[in-house]
């Protein structure tokens, strides 16, 4: 399909979606009553928060396909984003206050889903590198991140730093098996689908709903590859009636396309917010805890999302004048 630079309004709105899931999901984890998140529609719920990641990295596979579909771009500069955001996952785990502790070393080593984006789009720039076979080797590496993911929950080499992208033994809360295969998946999709709502956006629905109800018939129930397949499919929906209803909305979702735009930004803000600014001598973590009722979880979600916004807002506005 021809490609184009042009970005894609519908991906920012996608984007900027997750960005409101990402935060209400940790607010809920974190502060909701320890007693309700052992309910039954709690779990239910948690099933929908799960979706918040796999669509992340598809996201960012298909806008590195997009970006580069029609002719390939230099990989230093998006090797040196990558790094920053490789850099910033193992900074935000770092103890700080506690550096000499036996554990700093375990702790600073965990693996999170920043780690993994980053690992995923290298692995993307190093397929660019093989021309009109990139999807192929694409195809390659998702065989393989999805396929060996119970293989890999065995894997061990002795080295921390190693073993923590393995698999969640170690402590890390992502792996790259099978996480960074949704990224490549989205890498993929931009071969069938360009983003515009016609019939390719009817075969990758189609394609998603397949995949995300087709457990009952699944030769591997409750296994790796239905996880991975599952989750998938629903991220394939959603993606479709996000791009055919981006146009319809684009006039009340402004805000959302800035939270898709400085995702990065709001993602470490919320995040700083909820575990590292002292309010007033300890973090809202454990200021409040998980001690509270649906309503004001969902109010401390709405301030998080608004005041990690208002930074973003800023940032953006920051790169504007320095442009």
């Not at 396909?65 to 090797?79: C, D, M, Q, R």
């Not at 935000?92 to 070393?105: E, I, R, S, T």
């Not at 099978?178 to 071969?191: C, K």
């Not at 998980?290 to 401390?300: E, G, K, S």
Request: charged letters at 10%; proline letters at 5%.
């Amino acid at each position: 399909m021809p490609g184009s630079s042009k970005r894609l309004l519908w991906l920012d709105l996608f984007r900027g979606l997750a960005v409101l899931g990402m935060v209400w999901t940790h607010s809920a984890n974190t502060f909701l009553d320890a007693g309700l998140q052992k309910t039954a529609w709690y779990r239910e719920m948690s099933y929908y928060h799960g979706l918040i990641a796999p669509a992340f990295f598809w996201i960012a596979g298909y806008v590195r396909a997009h970006i580069t579909a029609g002719s390939p771009k230099p990989p230093l500069p998006a090797l040196k984003r990558l790094l920053m955001v490789l850099l910033i996952g193992y900074l935000m785990y770092v103890p700080w206050n506690d550096l000499f502790h036996a554990q700093a070393w375990r702790a600073a080593c965990t693996v999170n889903v920043l780690h993994c984006l980053a690992i995923s789009g290298m692995l993307m720039l190093l397929a660019e590198r093989f021309g009109r076979w990139r999807q192929m080797v694409v195809a390659l590496f998702l065989l393989f991140f999805v396929g060996l993911q119970t293989s890999a929950e065995h894997w061990h080499t002795g080295l921390l730093l190693i073993d923590q992208y393995f698999n969640r033994n170690q402590g890390s809360l992502f792996a790259l098996f099978p996480w960074v295969g949704f990224g490549l998946a989205g890498f993929l999709t931009r071969s069938l689908w360009s983003g515009t709502p016609d019939r390719h956006a009817a075969v990758v629905f189609t394609l998603g709903a397949l995949l995300a109800f087709a457990q009952p018939w699944s030769p591997w129930p409750g296994g790796a590859p239905e996880f991975f397949l599952e989750r998938l499919g629903w991220v394939l929906m959603a993606a479709v009636l996000v791009a055919c209803a981006a146009e319809r909305v684009s006039s009340v979702t402004g805000w959302l396309r800035l939270a898709g735009r400085e995702s990065l930004t709001l993602y470490v803000v919320h995040l700083l917010f909820i575990h590292a600014v002292p309010l007033p001598r300890q973090s809202l973590q454990f200021l409040i805890g998980p001690t509270q009722q649906m309503p004001a979880v969902f109010a401390i979600f709405i301030v998080l999302f608004l005041l990690s916004l208002a930074v973003g807002w800023g940032n953006e506005r920051r790169k504007h004048k320095q442009a």
